[in-house]
């Protein structure tokens, strides 16, 4: 709290010089707080979410920046918000805005945070896709209060995340604070003197409804043929990046063909808010084409809307709210002609559009900044309040796999890596050429640049993903009908086809590659090589390739979930994997044969996956009872993981060989102990993913650190003394293994 008594805050999400509308937003709303502050060493703090590596020149107001997709940033930002001198944090949320699945690395920062936190929602969806759903009632379950700016956003809340009312507040978008005027004088600074003008602003992108505004406008110039019709704004950078300036220049071309590209002006540019102003004083006419309903808010229009424009717009949620009573008039989506109509009735007769203008502007007296300010000050100073009189929040468990993990690099694996692919080993952490490349280990890789576009957005891993791609492509042998496995430094394949594992660990990289892929041309070509190596799937003999089938086809099932061969071939392989358990398995022993080897998590993780997909809860709990069996005969005395060794393996009726153990084991178990938390929603799984992920870190038998930090590789694995030198792309072995 300042000296004054006021609540000092700090603010978390995008800001500018950053061109999105939350980073608008931010600056606005801390732009109408921040003289409170009586001196700058109390002024609100900024941690700015950025998206791109180079970053952004922040204004010395932004005192943390968070990378976006960069896990422990969230954190590390938790961390210094605690620390602050602030009361209060204030997170924007928005879709798209922060890391992880659905943006749950916010989730990550919340669970640290001691203070208390109000939320702003700019978006609330009707009709959530589950993950959406979760991560977004595990922010608004960890907010002390949240926002909104809408009366519908606050029942959606209600109706659909279950949130009490009583936590939320409304307070409208801010809006810059004009005077009512005419439009002439603005006319002039804009090339537009003496026309009729319809202004439209935002960052463009498909979903704008543009294209029904043209052909409007193609239907009332004739009566108007003076008419100006101003498109402002840049695309959207998301939008940019996937497709370029392709709706743009699709726009261009359409009025063109109506004939009307004398009447429309695109200022292709991102504006300040002066000139923004000015640009909305100029207008006679507003319009908002949206094209979908389920919009809770909208910038442009709050603006539109305290400016005193007329405003004619479809009726998304918000517009409904904020043109009701006369403010404003709708019309339905993508209906042109009922666009048109209500156009060619404002723009003749000035007094109708000047009595809606009057309406909205009284209306946005509510919604100016100062106004706005004050309600989020009402909010603070009661968030306060309330977390004061709360007890300490429970930890939660989910934090036992968040704390200081390294994050991941992928330094050594370009080392690796040549215009072939992956590098099968290496001697120390120098590539070995004599041994040339597997698709074993290609298909890994592809799963781990994969994961790291899934996590990071990082555009520097694309082409690591469609070389790793481009190599099980050349792998395939249509006439085999398998993946070869061996090729030589000369490019020569050593076989005809590659083993089972081999076969079902290519398909679980596609399959990974298809749910997360960062284009359609990627997917389309992953896709492709899986429909034809899918049919040869059933003739796979080895549970540890049935295993690895049934993964990839569940990553496969995330996005073709309509796929009735693909479904039908998972069934068979859960099936057939689960009776081999079950046809071995006995009190002490709960295997599908009689020696365990290597990469064994992924047999309990398809058999949990097969248990969900089948809706078998016997085979889900047997996929429990295995891994359970698996991670208790890999337990040393001491507690920490002790992996199975390749030299000997685990025998029925053995004794289990201590060394040497392989880096790729505790990886597998991670994989299979998450698809048990998923499952069944025992914190014991994360407990256990932490355990064996901590036999990197040095908790293992040899005390060493298998992870080496100054590479960023791994170690091949645990000799009987110290760790094994070579950091390879394929886990190290005696040749007793049958990789």
Same mark, same amino acid.
């Given at each position: 709290m300042t000296k004054d008594g006021t609540t000092r805050f700090a603010l978390v999400g995008s800001y500018v010089p950053r061109r999105c509308g939350i980073a608008t937003f931010g600056h606005d709303l801390v732009s109408a707080l921040a003289g409170d502050a009586p001196s700058a060493d109390e002024r609100p703090r900024i941690v700015a979410v950025t998206d791109r590596e180079e970053g952004y020149e922040y204004g010395p107001e932004v005192t943390f920046e968070i990378g976006q997709h960069r896990q422990e940033d969230y954190r590390g930002a938790a961390e210094y918000l605690n620390t602050s001198k602030a009361d209060v944090v204030c997170v924007q949320h928005e879709y798209g805005l922060y890391g992880g699945e659905y943006g749950r690395y916010l989730v990550e920062l919340l669970d640290h945070l001691t203070k208390p936190v109000v939320t702003t929602l700019h978006t609330v969806l009707k009709d959530p896709l589950p993950g959406q759903r979760e991560v977004l009632r595990r922010i608004c379950g960890r907010s002390t209060l949240l926002v909104v700016m809408s009366q519908r956003a606050e029942a959606l809340l209600h109706e659909v995340y279950d949130l009490p009312p009583d936590r939320v507040r409304l307070v409208h978008h801010g809006a810059p604070d004009v005077p009512f005027s005419d439009t002439g004088p603005f006319k002039e600074r804009f090339g537009v003197a003496g026309r009729p003008t319809i202004l439209t602003f935002g960052l463009l992108g498909p979903g704008k409804g543009i294209e029904t505004m043209l052909t409007a406008l193609s239907q009332i110039v004739p009566r108007f043929p003076n008419l100006a019709y101003v498109v402002l704004g840049v695309t959207h950078p998301v939008v940019r990046r996937q497709s370029g300036e392709s709706y743009r220049l699709f726009l261009e071309s359409q009025a063109v063909s109506l004939?009307?590209? %004398? %009447?429309?002006?695109?200022? *292709?540019?991102?504006?300040?808010?002066? #000139?923004?102003?000015?640009?909305?004083?100029?207008?006679?006419?507003?319009?908002?084409?949206?094209?979908? *309903?389920?919009?809770?808010? $909208?910038?442009?229009?709050?603006?539109?809307?305290?400016?005193?424009?007329?405003?004619?717009?479809?009726?998304?949620?918000? &517009?409904?709210?904020l043109l009701a009573g006369g403010r404003g008039r709708l019309f339905d989506f993508n209906d042109s002609g009922a666009l048109a109509r209500h156009l060619e009735e404002l723009l003749a007769d000035p007094e109708l559009r000047t009595s809606i203008r009057m309406r909205a502007y009284e209306y946005g007296r509510a919604m100016v900044w100062p106004h706005v300010g004050e309600r989020y000050r009402e909010v603070f100073e009661e968030a306060k309040r309330i977390h004061a009189q709360r007890a300490v929040p429970v930890t939660d468990h989910k934090l036992i796999m968040r704390k200081s993990l390294p994050e991941p690099r992928l330094d050594h694996l370009l080392v690796l890596? #040549?215009?072939?692919?992956?590098?099968?080993?290496? *001697?120390?952490?120098?590539?070995?050429?004599?041994?040339?490349?597997?698709?074993?280990?290609?298909?890994?890789?592809?799963?781990?640049?994969?994961?790291? @576009?899934?996590?990071?957005?990082?555009? *520097?891993?694309?082409?690591?993903?469609?070389?790793?791609?481009?190599?099980?492509?050349?792998?395939?042998?249509?006439?085999?009908?398998?993946?070869? %496995?061996?090729? $030589?430094?000369?490019?020569?394949?050593?076989?005809?086809?590659?083993?089972?594992?081999?076969?079902?660990?290519?398909? @679980?990289?596609?399959?990974?590659?298809?749910?997360?892929?960062? %284009?359609?041309?990627?997917?389309?070509?992953?896709?492709?090589?899986?429909?034809?190596?899918?049919?040869?799937?059933?003739?796979? $003999?080895?549970?540890?390739?049935?295993?690895?089938?049934?993964?990839?086809?569940?990553?496969?099932?995330?996005?073709?979930?309509?796929?009735?061969?693909?479904?039908?071939?998972?069934?068979?392989?859960?099936?057939?994997?689960?009776?081999? !358990?079950?046809?071995?398995?006995? &009190?002490?022993?709960?295997?599908?044969? #009689?020696?365990?080897?290597?990469?064994?998590?992924? !047999?309990?993780?398809?058999?949990? !996956?097969?248990?969900?997909?089948?809706? #078998?809860?016997?085979?889900?709990?047997?996929?429990?009872? !295995?891994?359970?069996?698996?991670?208790?005969?890999?337990?040393?005395?001491?507690?920490?993981? $002790?992996?199975?060794?390749?030299?000997g393996w685990l025998r029925r009726e053995g004794a289990r060989a201590r060394f040497d153990q392989q880096s790729l084991e505790p990886a597998a178990l991670i994989g299979a102990c998450k698809a048990a938390y998923r499952s069944s929603g025992d914190a014991e799984w994360l407990v256990e993913m932490r355990r064996c992920f901590e036999w990197y870190l040095g908790r293992n038998d040899n005390g060493r650190e298998v992870l080496d930090v100054q590479t960023r590789g791994c170690h091949d694995g645990l000799p009987s003394v110290g760790v094994n030198a070579n950091q390879g792309g394929s886990p190290w072995c005696r040749g007793s293994c049958r990789c």
């Amino acid at each position: 709290m300042t000296k004054d008594g006021t609540t000092r805050f700090a603010l978390v999400g995008s800001y500018v010089p950053r061109r999105c509308g939350i980073a608008t937003f931010g600056h606005d709303l801390v732009s109408a707080l921040a003289g409170d502050a009586p001196s700058a060493d109390e002024r609100p703090r900024i941690v700015a979410v950025t998206d791109r590596e180079e970053g952004y020149e922040y204004g010395p107001e932004v005192t943390f920046e968070i990378g976006q997709h960069r896990q422990e940033d969230y954190r590390g930002a938790a961390e210094y918000l605690n620390t602050s001198k602030a009361d209060v944090v204030c997170v924007q949320h928005e879709y798209g805005l922060y890391g992880g699945e659905y943006g749950r690395y916010l989730v990550e920062l919340l669970d640290h945070l001691t203070k208390p936190v109000v939320t702003t929602l700019h978006t609330v969806l009707k009709d959530p896709l589950p993950g959406q759903r979760e991560v977004l009632r595990r922010i608004c379950g960890r907010s002390t209060l949240l926002v909104v700016m809408s009366q519908r956003a606050e029942a959606l809340l209600h109706e659909v995340y279950d949130l009490p009312p009583d936590r939320v507040r409304l307070v409208h978008h801010g809006a810059p604070d004009v005077p009512f005027s005419d439009t002439g004088p603005f006319k002039e600074r804009f090339g537009v003197a003496g026309r009729p003008t319809i202004l439209t602003f935002g960052l463009l992108g498909p979903g704008k409804g543009i294209e029904t505004m043209l052909t409007a406008l193609s239907q009332i110039v004739p009566r108007f043929p003076n008419l100006a019709y101003v498109v402002l704004g840049v695309t959207h950078p998301v939008v940019r990046r996937q497709s370029g300036e392709s709706y743009r220049l699709f726009l261009e071309s359409q009025a063109v063909s109506l004939g009307i590209q %004398n %009447n429309v002006i695109f200022h *292709k540019r991102y504006v300040s808010l002066e #000139d923004l102003c000015e640009y909305l004083q100029a207008a006679d006419l507003y319009v908002t084409p949206y094209t979908g *309903k389920e919009q809770v808010v $909208s910038g442009t229009l709050a603006y539109a809307m305290a400016t005193g424009r007329a405003v004619v717009s479809t009726p998304y949620w918000y &517009a409904q709210e904020l043109l009701a009573g006369g403010r404003g008039r709708l019309f339905d989506f993508n209906d042109s002609g009922a666009l048109a109509r209500h156009l060619e009735e404002l723009l003749a007769d000035p007094e109708l559009r000047t009595s809606i203008r009057m309406r909205a502007y009284e209306y946005g007296r509510a919604m100016v900044w100062p106004h706005v300010g004050e309600r989020y000050r009402e909010v603070f100073e009661e968030a306060k309040r309330i977390h004061a009189q709360r007890a300490v929040p429970v930890t939660d468990h989910k934090l036992i796999m968040r704390k200081s993990l390294p994050e991941p690099r992928l330094d050594h694996l370009l080392v690796l890596t #040549d215009d072939t692919g992956l590098l099968q080993h290496a *001697k120390y952490a120098v590539p070995d050429r004599d041994h040339g490349y597997t698709t074993d280990d290609n298909a890994r890789a592809l799963i781990v640049v994969t994961m790291m @576009w899934s996590l990071f957005r990082d555009e *520097k891993v694309l082409p690591l993903q469609q070389l790793y791609l481009s190599f099980l492509r050349h792998a395939w042998s249509p006439g085999a009908g398998r993946f070869r %496995n061996h090729m $030589s430094y000369e490019r020569r394949w050593l076989d005809k086809g590659g083993g089972d594992d081999c076969q079902g660990r290519a398909l @679980w990289a596609l399959g990974h590659l298809i749910a997360h892929a960062p %284009n359609k041309s990627v997917r389309g070509f992953a896709e492709e090589l899986f429909r034809e190596a899918l049919p040869h799937l059933e003739r796979l $003999s080895h549970p540890r390739g049935w295993a690895l089938g049934i993964l990839g086809l569940h990553y496969h099932g995330r996005k073709h979930a309509e796929d009735e061969r693909a479904r039908e071939t998972l069934v068979l392989l859960a099936r057939r994997l689960d009776r081999a !358990v079950r046809e071995h398995e006995a &009190a002490d022993w709960a295997w599908f044969e #009689d020696i365990v080897t290597y990469d064994n998590g992924c !047999v309990p993780q398809a058999l949990l !996956v097969g248990g969900h997909e089948t809706g #078998d809860e016997e085979m889900t709990a047997r996929g429990l009872r !295995v891994l359970r069996w698996l991670l208790d005969a890999q337990r040393a005395p001491a507690g920490h993981l $002790s992996v199975i060794g390749c030299d000997g393996w685990l025998r029925r009726e053995g004794a289990r060989a201590r060394f040497d153990q392989q880096s790729l084991e505790p990886a597998a178990l991670i994989g299979a102990c998450k698809a048990a938390y998923r499952s069944s929603g025992d914190a014991e799984w994360l407990v256990e993913m932490r355990r064996c992920f901590e036999w990197y870190l040095g908790r293992n038998d040899n005390g060493r650190e298998v992870l080496d930090v100054q590479t960023r590789g791994c170690h091949d694995g645990l000799p009987s003394v110290g760790v094994n030198a070579n950091q390879g792309g394929s886990p190290w072995c005696r040749g007793s293994c049958r990789c």
